[in-house]
């Protein structure tokens, strides 16, 4: 598939995703409305008027995103902030359709989801252990094969801490059994981050040689199940501190 066709069916996949949403149904209808004028000044056979509509398309989808998760519960001004312009970053790049690279586009994605994930995770931690000793026993006080924190006196607030052992912690604790994929995503979103988006590419075209696990979790992850386990996440931690 050359590169023209391979762009017009991504276009038409994001159409398709935005369209069936009920928040969208202006856009949808747009569309058709659009499409309706169109149906009689377009030949079938006129591969120019149609790439200029999809020109117009791909315009119209470049404007700026709405919030896709609901942070107005946090009443830090600044954190509600950072995570609201993560959101929006996050969004935006989904529908970056000048991204040729569509792992790049992904990869970025997940990286602004990951920042969402650490902002809720440390306003967790710093809502529900105020005393940087009590969350530092909270955390020696975990008995699990792959958790074994030691504190290094070097903590002054729980933004000192790894936050795999703040993620892990967390997922042991409220991501268990019918939702415990949740807590597994939202760690691999961490390796994501720290592997970075040379080593990703290197996986994606080794795949089960390299890195089996991220693999996996790359090849059948999309963006709609990104954002429906860090809207879990930010659904948990509202009701456990509201």
Not at 36 to 42: G, H, P, R, S, V
Not at 189 to 214: S, W, Y
Request: one cysteine or more; hydrophobic letters at 35%; charged letters at 30%.
């Amino acid at each position: 598939m050359d590169e023209k066709n391979k762009n017009l069916q991504n276009l038409l996949k994001l159409v398709k995703e935005l369209s069936s949403k009920d928040d969208l149904e202006w856009f949808k209808n747009d569309l058709k409305k659009h499409f309706n004028n169109q149906e009689k000044t377009i030949s079938p056979n006129n591969s120019e008027q149609i790439l200029s509509n999809t020109e117009k398309i791909k315009q119209y989808l470049s404007l700026s995103p709405e919030l896709s998760l609901d942070y107005s519960y946090i009443p830090h001004k600044l954190l509600k902030t950072r995570l609201n312009l993560d959101n929006l970053r996050m969004e935006n790049v989904r529908i970056n359709l000048d991204e040729k690279n569509e792992l790049k586009r992904f990869y970025d994605y997940i990286i602004y989801a990951f920042f969402q994930v650490e902002n809720l995770i440390n306003y967790y931690y710093h809502i529900k252990y105020p005393e940087i000793d009590t969350l530092l026993n909270h955390f020696e006080s975990i008995e699990s094969e792959y958790i074994n924190f030691t504190r290094t006196g070097k903590e002054k607030s729980v933004n000192d801490i790894n936050i795999y052992i703040k993620l892990s912690v967390f997922n042991l604790g409220y991501f268990t059994d019918s939702d415990r994929y949740v807590g597994l995503n939202l760690n691999n979103l961490r390796k994501v981050r720290n592997e970075g988006l040379h080593r990703c590419d290197i996986i994606m075209k080794k795949g089960v040689k390299e890195n089996k696990a991220l693999y996996q979790f790359l090849k059948h992850s999309t963006y709609n199940s990104i954002l429906s386990n860090l809207e879990v996440l930010n659904n948990k931690i509202k009701k456990l501190l509201i």
